[in-house]
């Protein structure tokens, strides 16, 4: 990766772990954080919120899962931006593929998801990614782009300095299937290339665009040491504190490797 841009490792535990687990497992993450180069985040599911965040240490970032594009309000079952800030909340997935492919969310309710986060003076972690019939008709980098453009439709540069791309070949989460780093430098570079051509060089140079498809402590390395590749969201890995540890020591590597 480029040194000059701050690694950012996020551990997504889905819709896993109960309070007792949830607790052990920060508790247990916390215990080995060290100091610099990393900026970790956790995002558990929302029943624990306010018990992890009350346990957290070592600078970890408390991320959310998701977030309702309203305020407060009759949108029964959502959770909006002022009770997530109230949980002290930092950081919020939007478009993760579940959210897209399971769900069905589209990609203008991504959008609205998004500014939502941003306007809420939170970090929104941006999720694209195509799916296996999309790589295999070679459409990666369109499917990239128009999930981006719709994704960041009317955010200004300024307010994307609080924003990080997640990219997830879905092609390569819990299908057997792997991402070589150079498939992931090619998505990576070609999202760089189209954020400098949307905003500025500066802020193409600046965007954390981190790796979202079945990253482990073997072959975090890899990935983490091609040039556009900022991090990792990691799902099961991130369950056992040992292995999400080792995934952010590769990344602090990274920055001296």
């Not at 991504?110 to 941006?126: P, Q």
């Amino acid at each position: 990766m480029n040194t000059q841009r701050t690694p950012f490792v996020g551990s997504n535990w889905k819709m896993n772990t109960n309070a007792q687990e949830g607790f052990a497992l920060i508790d247990a993450i916390g215990g080995l954080m060290q100091d610099g180069g990393v900026d970790v985040a956790v995002f558990p599911p929302f029943p624990y919120l306010m018990g992890i965040g009350e346990r957290i240490k070592g600078g970890i970032l408390l991320g959310a899962q998701d977030i309702w594009h309203n305020g407060n309000g009759a949108f029964t079952g959502e959770v909006s931006a002022e009770m997530l800030n109230d949980c002290g909340v930092n950081t919020v997935l939007t478009g993760h593929s579940e959210r897209r492919h399971v769900i069905g969310e589209s990609d203008e309710l991504v959008n609205l998801k998004t500014k939502r986060v941003l306007e809420s003076g939170l970090t929104a972690v941006l999720c694209i990614g195509e799916l296996l019939e999309e790589r295999e008709a070679g459409e990666t980098d369109a499917v990239n782009e128009r999930q981006i453009r719709a994704g960041l439709a009317g955010i200004s540069e300024e307010q994307l300095g609080k924003v990080v791309l997640a990219y997830e070949p879905v092609w390569a989460i819990g299908t057997g299937k792997t991402a070589t780093p150079e498939d992931a430098q090619n998505a990576h570079a070609a999202i760089r290339a189209l954020i400098c051509g949307m905003y500025s060089p500066a802020a193409g140079g600046a965007m954390r665009i981190i790796y979202g498809g079945s990253m482990k402590p073997s072959n975090a390395g890899e990935l983490m040491a091609m040039t556009d590749v900022d991090g990792g969201l990691i799902g099961g890995a991130s369950l056992k504190a040992d292995d999400f540890y080792g995934i952010i020591e590769a990344a602090r590597g990274s920055l001296v490797g």
